[in-house]
């Protein structure tokens, strides 16, 4: 039985696939608002620091039209990298691709490759915003699991104890939350954010084992 | 549903990485957590805290009474101390760290200074005028160790 979770967020690598070439039209615009809702942000921002007179946006509205395309899919698979490095890399090249033939409509030289040298500051740009959008995204999986489950209320406990640093016996008793209980709802909410988590992190090719790892690296990212 | 995670820049991602650290709970390392809890909104308000009750700069302490390791939450941080804690602790081992040098000259900690000076470049930037030198003086002893 899938978990709650599964049923609004990405679950796995494998899964995305499976929804990419079998799912239904429904099952597949979900997925895709997903991983757009992820990637869009971070690759716009990385496309940015290239500093290219084009509208980036628009290269990366047609990238996530076609995140879902098998074929898309597929050659990441055989790629064996990380997805974002996979969007990345495609980011790059249609970016490169468009300065071709903008070149080429106005008579100038072929010189775009050397351009578009991946620069610290791009990648730095790209994590800092995947990793906000990604627990953004989690974030939100987990406040849409809660409030189907009518438990939005340990969604608020969560945030004002563990976010805003209040102790059980003031913020849970507001909430219809008995003190002695206020601890395992924090923990299902952290459970379920973490699942939300683990799906797209492991279509990263992070490994179980790793996960706080990569979080405090994620984390990292956002530091000033 | 309300929107947890606000739109924005700083704030955004001072939110988001409040998120992670939240999930990572009594598990992230020291100087992460101290760097994520300094980029928030209300961190000048939080270290004025914790400092206030410590001897202050030019209040011709001595230097029994600065002690780092009796200051730093009534004794030295532990790693099992839930993140609130650790914070304050931490924070405040370094400032007695800080007030010791630049007062007597003294490094007087357990703890590499290769450990303190990141703390000390997190506070430096939200701290009253008052303890910048103090800070200071211990970046400068992590530049020449």
Redesign the interface.
Known sequence: MPSPISDSFPPSARSWLAVARDGSTEQRRELAGSLTAIYREPLVRYLHAFGARLDVEDVVQDLCARILDPAFLDGWHRSERPFRLWLRTAARFELMNRIRAERRRAGAADDALAELVESDNAQAAFDRAYAASLIRAASEAAQRALDAQGRAHEWTLFVEHSLNGKPYAECAPPLGIPVDAARHATARVRGLVLDALRGVLSAEQVAEADIERELVALLSHLQP | ?SA??PDGA?P??????????????D???TD?LI??W??RSDAAALVDGFLERLPQPGGLESLESIDAERHGTDGPVRAEWPP?QRVAGTVRYVAMVALALHEHGVWRSSRPASELAPVAAAMLPIVQESWRAPLQAVLARAQVV
């Open positions: 549903m947890v995670v700083g955004d991602d001072a939110r988001c990485a409040a998120l992670y650290a939240a999930l990572l709970g598990r992230l390392p992460v760097r994520q300094m980029a609130s």
